[in-house]
């Protein structure tokens, strides 16, 4: 379909050249794969993201030059996977990584300090264990998140799980580059697909050739379980469920974290509630969502290419009316249907088919061995020898799934072997806290996140406890940046790296996920974040009203009430 504009050709941002002109992301990728070089041009470095990497370089030693590695994402829907494809990404770490292993934030997994002649080694050893890297990152729908927990007796779950599976399958890029270029023996590589008819879309039916304007983000939760965070996703598809079963979803659409503050255009969001769909009309109306953002998002600024800035530019109503067409028939109104809960699955759970699961949480997603914490060889021990399926959560821990009553007592004592702490032995705010990595390879850190926010965590257990508040559930996400990777816009508490070694503070999110929180202090000084927070935790105790939640308790006083209640204590 073509756009409904009769206004000048704007001028499209390079990214969008750059795909244009890839051949269905292709590109100089084979040939710059074939160079002497340790690192990617322009072109190639937009055009890698889709197939699932990142190219970096390690901003601690830059002083002495560049030192180019890569990230690879895996992409891995619900992050359901076994224990041999674990064991294969930890081989990977070892041997062509930086020997760490890190869970995401939408469930997938990552390996660091790839080298660009190991890159085709490491993408085809991925592919050999039925996993992919494609579409883990770039302008396309990424990694489907769902809420992880494996309660069998419960069919809702699995009829989540198959959706996401669905939703992968059908949304993933059809072009042939992937295959060709990581794939294919390069000694009888075939020719690819060529054309792509007069549209475009013969190749990519649902991307055309030049993708989308922007990432794409898609979440599938419950009312009593939004631990895929579908709020913050550019689609959200809340379940509704009767007599055990999944009757339909609500559609969210428009949210996003990623902003930026010298752009007053930019800006978080929270999906909206758009319509209800049947179980079948699922795939086909997120589709039409996804085919209305390639048709009309912004191409010319990437700033504001997400679709949340064209449901803002156009209204809700006007949005649905479209997805409707795209969709090629009237969509239902959404049901009065809201969350309530968030279950991150961690701790020992029955699955309700007479096996267990146990999640744990593994902080800020890093699997790997330091000192006396050896998570990372702890997991070669379970896998090899219980070989239980897993499930990776949206909080960046790790769920053993399918395992015999008596399993328990092992999995713990190979845990506490290698210094691993066990889910119940971890405090609420550890357990509720996420960074993301940030220093020393993100290339868009501001300050640090993940290597900071640990020791930070350690002093606020310790107030909390002098506070008598050590039980207290609230969620802390960090990012090194205004991005948002770790969602940190609809969090309890909120820390942002604004400037070297400040953070911007937000209060006033929640656990569940459905509220955008608020900033409560800008450029704060590293050492200064744990002592602004514990005088808003002073006053929280003292003014709380039973039951209340940190983050219910800050929206409900405001932002000034809070300021000057905190002013007058200093």
């Given at each position: 379909m073509s756009r409904e504009t009769t206004s000048k050709p704007v001028k499209l941002s390079p990214v969008e050249g750059f795909k244009q002109a890839s051949d269905y992301l292709r590109g100089p990728i084979a040939e710059e794969l074939a160079d002497d070089n340790?690192?990617?041009?322009?072109?190639?470095?937009?055009?890698?993201?889709?197939?699932?990497?990142y190219q970096q370089d390690n901003r601690d030693t830059r002083k002495s030059g560049k030192s180019y590695s890569f990230m690879v994402r895996t992409a891995i829907p619900g992050g359901k996977l076994t224990s041999a494809q674990l064991l294969a990404e930890l081989d990977l770490c070892d041997?062509?990584?930086?020997?760490?292993?890190?869970?995401?934030?939408?469930?997938?997994?990552?390996?660091?300090g790839v080298l660009k002649s190991n890159l085709r080694e490491t993408i085809c050893r991925i592919n050999e264990t039925q996993l992919t890297t494609l579409a883990a990152c770039g302008d396309v729908e990424r990694n489907v998140m769902c809420s992880p927990c494996p309660y069998h007796g419960d069919p809702v779950y699995d009829q989540l799980q198959t959706l996401a599976d669905q939703l992968a399958q059908?949304?993933?890029?059809?072009?042939?580059?992937?295959?060709?270029l990581w794939l294919t023996d390069q000694e009888t590589e075939k020719k690819h697909l060529a054309g792509g008819g007069a549209a475009g879309h013969d190749i990519e039916p649902i991307y055309g050739p030049t993708y989308l304007p922007r990432k794409f983000k898609i979440g599938i939760g419950l009312p009593g379980d939004n631990s895929a965070d579908i709020y913050s996703q550019d689609l959200g598809l809340l379940a509704v469920c009767k007599d055990w079963n999944v009757v339909g979803y609500n559609v969210l659409v428009g949210g996003g974290f990623g902003t930026t503050p010298s752009a007053a255009k930019t800006f978080p969001a929270i999906a909206q509630p758009m319509c209800f769909v049947s179980p079948t009309q699922a795939i086909d109306?997120?589709?039409?969502?996804?085919?209305?953002?390639?048709?009309?998002?912004?191409?010319?600024?990437?700033?504001?290419?997400?679709l949340k800035y064209l449901i803002h530019n156009w209204g809700l109503e006007r949005f649905q009316e479209k997805v409707a067409e795209y969709y090629g028939s009237p969509l239902a109104p959404p049901r009065s249907v809201h969350v309530t809960e968030i279950n991150d699955g961690m701790g020992w759970h029955a699955q309700g088919d007479g096996r267990w699961f146990y999640g744990l949480n593994v902080e800020n997603g890093r699997i790997k061995d330091e000192g006396s914490f050896r998570l990372k060889t702890a997991l070669r021990v379970i896998c090899s020898k219980l070989a239980p399926s897993l499930r990776l959560t949206p909080h960046q821990g790790l769920i053993f799934c399918d395992l015999a009553e008596d399993d328990l007592s092992y999995l713990q004592q190979v845990l506490r072997e290698h210094g691993v702490p066990l889910t119940e032995d971890i405090s609420p705010a550890r357990r509720w806290s996420m960074a993301c990595p940030a220093l020393p390879t993100c290339g868009l850190a501001i300050t640090e996140s993940e290597r900071i926010l640990p020791s930070m965590i350690d002093q606020l257990e310790t107030e909390l406890k002098h506070l008598g508040l050590q039980e207290e559930i609230f969620t802390t996400r960090m990012t090194g940046c205004p991005n948002g990777c770790a969602r940190p816009y609809n969090a309890d508490v909120g820390l942002v790296g604004k400037a070297l070694d400040k953070y911007t503070i937000f209060l006033g999110g929640r656990r569940q996920g459905d509220r955008l929180n608020f900033i409560y202090a800008d450029k704060v000084p590293t050492a200064e974040v744990v002592p602004t927070l514990v005088k808003v935790?002073?006053?929280?105790?003292?003014?709380?009203?039973?039951?209340?939640?940190?983050?219910?308790?800050?929206?409900?006083?405001?932002?000034?009430?809070?300021?000057?209640?905190?002013?007058?204590?200093?």
């Open positions: 340790d690192f990617f041009g322009k072109a190639s470095i937009q055009l890698l993201k889709h197939h699932g990497t041997e062509l990584g930086d020997s760490t292993l890190r869970i995401t934030t939408r469930q997938g997994l990552q390996l660091h059908h949304l993933q890029p059809r072009t042939t580059a992937y295959h060709e109306v997120a589709t039409a969502v996804i085919k209305v953002q390639r048709d009309f998002g912004n191409r010319a600024d990437r700033k504001v290419a997400r935790f002073e006053y929280f105790k003292d003014a709380r009203q039973a039951g209340e939640a940190f983050g219910d308790f800050c929206q409900r006083l405001g932002l000034e009430a809070l300021r000057a209640l905190c002013t007058t204590k200093g």
